[in-house]
């Protein structure tokens, strides 16, 4: 469980400047894409790949973003993450979204990525269990967000917007302590 209470006012304050300053919406998957870009650098066993016994280490971050279709699911790929700033990222996701859905998307639209990212809680799911892509090693997945009764910190109660993180990992490269 994460609190995302902050996240959500910053959205509800600024959704509508930033989409006529930048011409993206601020969502939860922006912030999700950005945080998971920075904590790579902290945990880059996560932004691998298991190529027959090796692990091949990645030195950027093209993050997949699993867009529904028709059909099932399509994976565009944001190349270069890491070197984005939220506007940047709110950009390239909408953009691949929408080249996703009108069919547009070329072949290298959707290769190369070294992990993804997919945000189930669209649906109004609150935990789920994604599936890695291979050869990824890893995939997130984002419940829907949900208002929760909190003891803070100096025992006071507050009403909180909270959003399950799950993170599916393939044991062959780490484990759960790292």
Avoid at 59 to 85: K, Y
Avoid at 98 to 108: F, S
Wanted: proline fraction near 4%; aromatic fraction near 6%; charge should be neutral.
């Amino acid at each position: 469980e994460v609190d995302v209470t902050w996240m959500m006012k910053k959205i509800r304050e600024e959704k509508h400047l930033f989409l006529d300053k930048h011409g993206a919406k601020l969502t939860v998957t922006s912030f999700a894409a950005l945080a998971i870009a920075r904590a790579l650098h902290a945990y880059p066993l996560l932004n691998a790949s298991l190529e027959g016994d090796t692990i091949v280490m990645k030195r950027f971050i093209n993050l997949g973003i699993a867009v529904s279709v028709d059909q099932g699911v399509m994976v565009p790929v944001i190349r270069g993450c890491e070197n984005l700033s939220l506007p940047q990222v709110s950009r390239q996701i909408a953009d691949l979204a929408e080249k996703t859905r009108e069919h547009r998307l070329q072949p290298i639209d959707t290769q190369e990525g070294t992990i993804t990212l997919t945000n189930f809680g669209m649906t109004g799911t609150m935990v789920g269990i994604p599936i890695i892509r291979y050869p990824e090693v890893a995939i997130i997945g984002l419940g829907a967000v949900t208002k929760k009764v909190v003891a803070m910190p100096d025992d006071s109660i507050a009403i909180r917007s909270i959003m399950w993180v799950s993170l599916t990992f393939d044991h062959r490269v780490l484990d759960g302590i790292y």
